[in-house]
């Protein structure tokens, strides 16, 4: 049989989204240190900025449900990835404009642009597979694609280090906004090679109608929305603005999610004999993986918090050397007035007792042991924390081919396991990652000297394989067990899922401050994962006999 090549389009949407994953990532890196920073950004407390955080990628994650099914009825694929492309771009760079009315704004068109962008790039590719010559390359076609978001992923901090480091904030965001807009040109570029496969599904027989999707979700969750952000309980000291579960915007999103998860349930209680099954197993996998996304995304928020204030990043000799000449580095002046005016909070105390926001932040020195403390006066080198923000997508493009061949060597045994055991597997190893950090709240004697790096990338090579283990099987699941006249709305049920867990995680990280002992802060998100674990496996025998009968 001769050798079939994969589709010509493939190079270009794999750069496309490179680039696109460059734009978002590289402003993820940056965003939550940008927020705190008290004198070019906003000053935000730990709270706020992850509150903040946590309801952007919540947003960000919600909008591809609407913008696929637009696509696949109305627009078509490549002009609503041209389309998203732009708003995105657009987006990054308004972010850079030091204003928050702006940055809303900003953060608005970024929401929509993704909601365009992302899940049509992904249909966009699996058409260019659709023909018999090639469409056994399916899955190597979209590991390759992978890899392109994740070369993305990781390249793009070190820009955004050097920039933020020399220029300022508004040029790193800039930079963003750039690598989007060369995603979109790379994709006009190659649209010969896709135009033929831009086919819109269209409305099908059983498909929910646009109007019904405003009446019976949208509409609703607007409403709810509204009416989480105007109602207030009780307040109280600890709760001066009375609200229910702790932030307005926390409030109007967990109301928001109520129809829409009303819905979702109503379609397990109005289907038939017949798909029940299939709709109930989807179900309860959407509610286990919320999760998993809780503590997963605490990369771009507690975890940039400790490795921002918690890790040792002093470079020395060479390091220092080439780390100074690519600006991924600054120098700090230790002075002894920076460590003696702030509390363990490193925040300065009023004077009625009450914690301020955030000044001259970060204050590096606080938490550096005394026998590492430099002269009065003495300049250090410390590399740029965004810079961990690569780690995890670094351990995707090591860990990927291995993980892939592992599950194949057991394919070939006839040993793999099933699509569900490999989601609760996932969930148990992402649990195991957050013992490391509790290793390393220990070894740091609870914050009060930093730690080495090597604990955030032991972090990050355990979690990646827990994430190898589960994040590729969501869409593959949704595709394998969906009724076909519902397959639309259950995709958008696995990004409800990834939402609701992206707004979770801004949750738990705004309880950072509230934990004395960070050992417990991780260990209620190693809690987290351990009863996802468990509830998962209580289900496994149930999920593996509708798998069995419903996957062919």
């Given amino acids: 049989m001769a050798d079939v090549k994969h589709p010509k389009g493939l190079p270009f949407l794999f750069f496309s989204e490179m680039w696109e994953r460059f734009g978002y990532y590289l402003m993820i890196g940056i965003f939550t240190l940008y927020l705190k920073d008290v004198k070019d950004g906003f000053a935000m407390t730990e709270a706020e900025s992850a509150d903040l955080y946590g309801t952007f990628i919540a947003l960000v994650f919600l909008t591809p449900f609407l913008g696929g099914l637009l696509a696949d009825r109305y627009f078509g694929y490549r002009k609503s990835i041209i389309f998203g492309g732009l708003l995105m771009g657009v987006g990054y760079c308004m972010m850079g404009i030091h204003s928050l009315p702006m940055l809303y704004l900003a953060m608005t068109l970024v929401i929509f642009g ?27 076609g979209y590991n390759i694609f992978y890899m392109g978001i994740n070369i993305g992923a990781f390249i793009c901090n070190f820009f955004g280090a050097a920039l933020y480091l020399t220029l300022g904030w508004s040029y790193a965001f800039l930079a963003a906004g750039i690598g989007m807009f060369i995603g ?20 099908q027989p059983g498909d929910m109608s646009m109007g019904r999707i405003s009446l019976l979700i949208l509409l609703p969750s607007v409403v709810f929305g509204v009416l ?58 959407f509610a286990v993986v919320i999760l998993f996304w809780a503590v997963f995304k605490l990369n771009g928020s507690a975890l940039n918090t400790w490795a921002d204030r918690y890790t040792d990043r002093q470079i020395t000799g060479t390091a220092q050397s080439v780390f100074n000449s690519l600006k991924l580095s600054k120098d700090l002046t230790y002075k002894l007035d920076t460590v003696d005016k702030y509390d363990a909070a490193f925040r300065l105390q009023k004077v009625n007792g009450k914690v301020e926001k955030e000044y001259n932040y970060p204050i590096y020195f606080r938490n550096v042991s005394s026998n590492k403390l430099p002269a009065e006066g003495e300049k250090v080198s410390v590399w740029a924390t965004n810079l961990s923000q690569s780690i995890n997508p670094g351990w995707v493009i090591l860990l990927t081919p291995l993980v892939v061949a592992f599950f194949s060597f057991l394919r070939i045994r006839k040993k793999e396991p099933t699509t569900p055991t490999k989601i609760a597997l996932g969930l148990f190893i992402s649990a195991l990652s957050v013992l490391v950090m509790v290793a390393a709240v220990k070894a740091g004697s609870n914050g009060s000297e930093k730690v080495a790096v090597w604990w955030l990338i032991a972090n990050y090579g355990v979690i990646t394989i827990g994430e190898l283990c589960l994040s590729p099987m969501g869409l593959s699941v949704v595709s394998k067990l969906s009724p076909p006249r519902i397959t639309s709305l259950m995709m958008g049920g696995w990004f409800l899922a990834t939402s609701i867990g992206n707004k979770l995680s801004g949750v738990l990280a705004s309880l950072w401050d509230t934990y004395d002992d960070k050992t417990n802060f991780f260990l209620l998100n190693f809690s987290l994962l351990i009863v996802a674990t468990i509830f998962l496996l209580a289900m496994l025998k149930w999920l593996n006999g509708i798998f069995k009968e419903y996957v062919k």
């Avoid at 899940?119 to 966009?124: D, E, F, G, K, M």
Wanted: glycine share 8%; hydrophobic share 40%.
């Fill in 228 to 285: 989480g952000w105007m109602i207030k309980g009780i307040t109280n000291d600890a709760n001066p603005d009375g609200n229910i579960f702790g932030s307005d915007s926390t409030d109007a999103f967990v109301f928001a999610c109520l129809p829409v998860i009303y819905f979702y349930s109503s379609l397990y209680v109005k289907a038939d004999a017949h798909e029940k099954k299939p709709v109930g197993a989807l179900l309860a996998i």
């Fill in 114 to 140: 993704n909601g365009f962008f992302k899940p049509n790039i992904s249909t966009l590719l699996g058409n260019l597979y659709s023909t018999d010559e090639n469409k056994h390359l399916k899955d190597v």
């Fill in 184 to 203: 979109v040109i790379v994709f006009l570029v190659g649209t010969k090679h896709y135009k033929d496969f831009d086919i819109m599904k269209g409305t």
